[in-house]
Each structure stands twice: as structure tokens, then as C-alpha cells.
């Protein structure tokens, strides 16, 4: 089964969550704790989204995966955990630790996609 591909444009779409919220990129940037450049970037998909960074805007946007990428809203929870079941998991540590545990979690992942002979996401 050939699976279709979708083209998401994840940055324009935080963009307009950002804009409809009337926050600025400087705002935004200030409550994740990065530089404005880091969010233009993101917004113009200069450089990809991580986990981490995701759940911290979608708290910052006040908005739900589902709002986000309304085209997996299909998918039933014991197929995906949500992100703030995940985002919750990870309250208890640092930044750093999450940084940790999601880039082991990572290369896990692509070590086992390697193994299957599947390419990396962006490759």
C-alpha cells in the first residue's frame, strides 16, 4: 500500500495561529525562550520543527495537535498518544533532560528506519 504523501507547510500554519492570537514573533520567541530569528525561521520552514519546541508552542498558542495538523485529527488515541499527554510526560524535567531523552528517542528511531531500509524524514 502506497502511502500518500502530504505537503504540510507546519510554519505557515503556526504563523497564522500567531497572528489570529495577535502575538508577535519577538512574544512567541520570548515565551519559548529562543530568538526571534529561531521563530522566522520555523515560520518560513527555514529549519524544521522539534518535538519539544512543538509542544511548547502549541501551549504558548493555546491549540491542540488537532488544530495544528487537522489532517491526523483521524487518527484514534491508542494509535497516537496526543502531544500533551507527551508534553505532561515530560513536565517533571528540565529542558535539557527532554532535549536528552526526545534526541536519544530520535536516533532510535532512525536507527530502526535504517534498518528497514526506510529514509530519514528530509532526506
Same mark, same amino acid.
Given at each position: 500500500?502506497?502511502?500518500? +504523501? =502530504?505537503?504540510?507547510? !507546519?510554519?505557515?500554519? !503556526?504563523?497564522?495561529?500567531r497572528k489570529q492570537k495577535g502575538l508577535s514573533q519577538h512574544q512567541?520567541?520570548?515565551?519559548?525562550?529562543?530568538? %526571534?530569528?529561531?521563530?522566522?525561521?520555523?515560520?518560513?520552514? +527555514?529549519?524544521?520543527?522539534?518535538?519539544? %519546541?512543538?509542544?511548547?508552542?502549541?501551549?504558548?498558542?493555546?491549540?491542540?495537535?488537532e488544530e495544528l495538523l487537522p489532517e491526523y485529527s483521524h487518527v484514534?488515541?491508542?494509535?497516537? !498518544?496526543?502531544? =500533551?499527554?507527551?508534553?505532561?510526560?515530560?513536565?517533571?524535567?528540565?529542558? &535539557?533532560?527532554?532535549? &536528552? !531523552?526526545?534526541?536519544?528517542? %530520535?536516533?532510535?528511531?532512525?536507527?530502526?528506519?535504517?534498518?528497514?531500509?526506510?529514509?530519514?524524514?528530509? +532526506?
Open positions: 500500500m502506497e502511502t500518500e +504523501k =502530504r505537503d504540510i507547510n !507546519i510554519g505557515e500554519r !503556526i504563523r497564522n495561529f512567541v520567541a520570548e515565551a519559548l525562550a529562543v530568538s %526571534t530569528s529561531v521563530i522566522s525561521n520555523l515560520e518560513n520552514n +527555514k529549519s524544521m520543527v522539534g518535538v519539544y %519546541t512543538l509542544l511548547q508552542i502549541l501551549e504558548v498558542l493555546d491549540i491542540g495537535v484514534e488515541d491508542r494509535e497516537l !498518544i496526543g502531544f =500533551r499527554d507527551v508534553f505532561d510526560f515530560f513536565e517533571g524535567y528540565t529542558p &535539557d533532560q527532554t532535549r &536528552d !531523552i526526545l534526541n536519544r528517542m %530520535t536516533g532510535l528511531a532512525h536507527s530502526l528506519m535504517k534498518e528497514e531500509g526506510e529514509e530519514r524524514p528530509g +532526506k
